[in-house]
C-alpha cells in the first residue's frame, strides 16, 4: 500500500517531502490500526487494575532489553562500516561495486530471514516444553537444513556471481575473482549462524554474550581499516571474516550450549566443517562442469546453469548425507506430510 501511494504521489507531484511524509502517515495508520485489532482480540489489556510487575521479572526484562540494544548497535557497526571504510580509503567507484555485490547478499539474507523470523516462536515452545533430546534433535535438523541452503547457494555465487552481475550492470562493474570468493566465504561463514542465532534468540540469551557485538565491532573496524589501507577492496571483506571467526563462530554456540542447548562444542564444529568441506567440493565441481558445457555468458546459458548447479548441489547433498539422522527426519517429513514417496 505505501508503495503504490508513494508511486502515484511522486507521478502526480514530484516531492521527496511529499514521499517521507507518506512514510510517516501510514506508519502511523497501520500503528493505529494495530492497536485497535489488538484491543478486539486482548481486551484485558484495557484493564485498569493490573498487578504489579514481580521486581526479578522486571529486572530480567531490562536486562536483555540493554543486551539486544547492544547487539543491534553492534551489528549496525559491523554492517555499516564497510562502504565508509572503502569510500575512505579506496574510493566511492570501489564502494559502488562493492554495494552491487553485497545488494545481492542483502536480498538472499531478507529472504532467508523471513523463514526464521517464522519459526522463531515454535523454537521458543520447543524450549520451553519439550525434553532435552526433542531439543537438541530439532536443533540439528535445522542446523542441517541451514547448512543445505548455505551449500547451494554459496556454490550458485561461486558459479554465477560475476555472470549475474555481467548480465544485469555489464562487464565494467565486476570484481575480480579472488575479491567474489572471499566475498563467498564470508556470506557463508554469516549464512551459517541462523540457526544458533535462531535458538538465541527464542531462548533470550541476549544477557549472556553482551560484549560479544562490541568485541565484534572493535575488531571488525580496526582489522577493516588496516587491512583496506594496505590492500584495498578485499582488506574490508577480510576485517569481517577475522571478526566473524574471533567472535560470532565460536562464542554464539557456546553460549547458546552452555545455556540452553545441551551439545558439545566439539560436535557441533565436526559437523559444521563436514557442511563446510561438502560445500567446497561441491562448489568446484559445479564450476567445473558449467565451465565445460558454457563458454559464453547469456540469459539462457545462466539459467540452463542454474539449473545444473540446483540438480548437482541437492544430488551431492542427498548422496553425502542420505544415512544422517536429520536427513531421514526430513524424508519421513516429506512423504508423511507431503506424499513424496519417491525420496
Known amino acids: 500500500m505505501l508503495a ?3 508511486i502515484i504521489a511522486l507521478l502526480v507531484y514530484p516531492s521527496y517531502w511529499l514521499y517521507i511524509v507518506l512514510i510517516l502517515l501510514v506508519t502511523i495508520c497501520e500503528n493505529f490500526a494495530v492497536a485497535k485489532k489488538a484491543d478486539q482480540v486482548y481486551p484485558f489489556l484495557q484493564d485498569k487494575e493490573v498487578k504489579k510487575l514481580d521486581s526479578d521479572i522486571k529486572n530480567t526484562i531490562v536486562k536483555n532489553v540493554k543486551a539486544m540494544i547492544a547487539h543491534k548497535i553492534g551489528g549496525m557497526a559491523v554492517f555499516s562500516t564497510s562502504n565508509l571504510i572503502l569510500s575512505k580509503f ?14 545481492v547478499i542483502s536480498a538472499v539474507n531478507s529472504f532467508a530471514g523471513q523463514f526464521f523470523a517464522s519459526v522463531t516462536a515454535s523454537i521458543g515452545n520447543l524450549i520451553v516444553l519439550e525434553t532435552v533430546e526433542k531439543k537438541v534433535k530439532i536443533f540439528k535438523v535445522i542446523e542441517f537444513i541451514v547448512a543445505w541452503q548455505a551449500m547451494i547457494v ?50 533470550g540469551l541476549y544477557w549472556n554474550d553482551r560484549y560479544k557485538p562490541l568485541a565484534e565491532s572493535v575488531i571488525n573496524l580496526i582489522a577493516s ?15 569481517g571474516i577475522i571478526s ?3 567472535t560470532c563462530f565460536w562464542v554464539e554456540p557456546y553460549v547458546l550450549f552452555r545455556n540452553s542447548i545441551e551439545i558439545k562444542l566439539k560436535d557441533y564444529f565436526k559437523d559444521y ?55 531421514v527426519y526430513l524424508r519421513n517429513i516429506a512423504r508423511d506430510k507431503f506424499g513424496m514417496k519417491f525420496l
Open 4 to 6: 503504490v501511494l508513494q
Open 90 to 103: 579506496v574510493g566511492l567507484a570501489a564502494v559502488g561495486l562493492y554495494s552491487n555485490y553485497y545488494l
Open 154 to 203: 554459496s556454490c550458485g555465487f561461486y558459479v554465477f556471481f560475476n555472470q549475474l552481475i555481467e548480465l544485469w550492470l555489464g562487464k565494467r562493474f565486476l570484481f575480480e575473482e579472488p575479491i567474489v570468493n572471499w566475498l563467498i566465504i564470508n556470506f557463508f561463514l554469516m549464512y551459517m549462524r541462523k540457526a544458533v542465532l535462531a535458538f538465541r534468540d527464542a531462548s
Open 225 to 239: 581499516v588496516y587491512l583496506t589501507i594496505h590492500y584495498g577492496v578485499i582488506g574490508v571483506i577480510w576485517g
Open 244 to 246: 566473524t571467526l574471533l
Open 273 to 327: 566443517f563436514k557442511y563446510a568441506a561438502v560445500t567446497l567440493l561441491t562448489s568446484v565441481v559445479s564450476k567445473w562442469l558449467y565451465t565445460k558445457l558454457f563458454t559464453e555468458v547469456t540469459i539462457i546459458n545462466f539459467v540452463l546453469g542454474v539449473v545444473l548447479c540446483l540438480v548437482v548441489t541437492n544430488a551431492v547433498w542427498v548422496l553425502v548425507f542420505r544415512k544422517r539422522e536429520e536427513m
